[in-house]
């Protein structure tokens, strides 16, 4: 029973590494996301608010957004470098014709003109929110993210983590087949 008891960390070693190895295949695949957190939002309206465009000064409303087809809301910041990652890829979904709005999340107003000035801009407008309080309604994490809305308001699908091709393809798309089911 001794010579057993000294194995015992050899066979919880092996076990560890089976269940670690198992998690990580499924990552890979795409079946979990360790950093996906559920959203108390999907299939609910998106929230209210009033807040103001950041190059005209307007102010906008969720009516502003709605009308039309469906549309991604991307949070986004100056501060965030995934941001910076995903940014050339919200370029080329809006030459596509995505519309997109943004929500420029606990941002400085100069520093985020700037930036769109010099990067390019892919958003149809752009919600400035300097202290975070549409982001909280939004239950934002951090930045980026980015909700698929409907045309009827109503928010669909979030994910967390800067846009590439794989994540659209991988995730958006799929989401995008749903709602063109459900509206036929």
Not at 58 to 77: H, I, P, S, Y
Not at 103 to 130: I, R, S
């Amino acid at each position: 029973m001794e010579r057993l008891k000294l194995f015992l960390p050899l066979v919880i070693f092996v076990i560890l590494a089976a269940v670690f190895f198992g998690v990580e295949k499924r990552v890979q695949t795409g079946e979990y996301s360790p950093t996906a957190m559920p959203s108390a939002l999907i299939d609910q309206p998106l929230p209210g608010f009033a807040l103001t465009e950041l190059s005209t000064g307007q102010t906008l409303t969720r009516a502003d957004l709605l009308g039309g087809d469906w549309f991604l809301l991307n949070v986004w910041a100056t501060w965030c470098p995934s941001c910076h990652f995903e940014h050339p890829f919200l370029l080329k979904l809006a030459q596509e014709g995505v519309r997109i709005y943004s929500v420029d999340y606990k941002d400085n107003a100069p520093e985020a003109k700037n930036w769109l000035t010099e990067k390019g801009n892919p958003y149809v407008a752009t919600l400035f929110d300097p202290d975070g309080v549409f982001g909280l309604d939004l239950g934002v994490t951090g930045a980026p993210e980015t909700y698929l809305v409907d045309a009827e308001g109503i928010v669909r699908f979030r994910y967390q983590g800067a846009l590439d091709q794989q994540v659209w393809d991988r995730q958006f798309l799929p989401q995008l087949a749903k709602l063109n089911e459900s509206s036929q």
